[in-house]
Nanobody
Framework: QMRLVESGGGLVQAGGSLRLSCRASGRTFSLKDMGWYRQNSEMQRELVAVIYSTLFTNYADSVKGRFTISRDNDENTVYLQMDSLKPEDTSRYFC????????????WGPGTQVTVSS
């Protein structure tokens, strides 16, 4: 199983930007479809963006045009560039494979907190 460590979160004003990073362990990272997820009001993780091994990407409607997912397979890292941030983007962000493991799986990293002030 991959070990995942997210970083790059912080406090930012509305309209600002952040870049999240997620470093994964393992030698098969390049073959995996990877996603960024965030917790909703019910503390369930929902998909924000996904990048496939083919480099095709897809986004939740709420972040289209503002967020960009990318990956560096040489560094086993997936990124999430977040621009034009809104207060409703405030959440804890996680990366994992897509589709993800169950919510209660031990195969989630600690996540990184993003807080957007109005």
């Amino acid at each position: 199983q991959m070990r995942l460590v997210e970083s790059g979160g912080g406090l930012v004003q509305a309209g600002g930007s952040l870049r999240l990073s997620c470093r994964a362990s393992g030698r098969t990272f390049s073959l995996k479809d990877m996603g960024w997820y965030r917790q909703n009001s019910e503390m369930q993780r929902e998909l924000v963006a996904v990048i496939y091994s083919t480099l095709f990407t897809n986004y939740a409607d709420s972040v289209k045009g503002r967020f960009t997912i990318s990956r560096d397979n040489d560094e086993n890292t997936v990124y999430l560039q977040m621009d034009s941030l809104k207060p409703e983007d405030t959440s804890r962000y996680f990366c994992n494979s897509h589709p993800p493991p169950p919510e209660n799986s031990a195969n989630w990293g600690p996540g990184t907190q993003v807080t957007v002030s109005s």
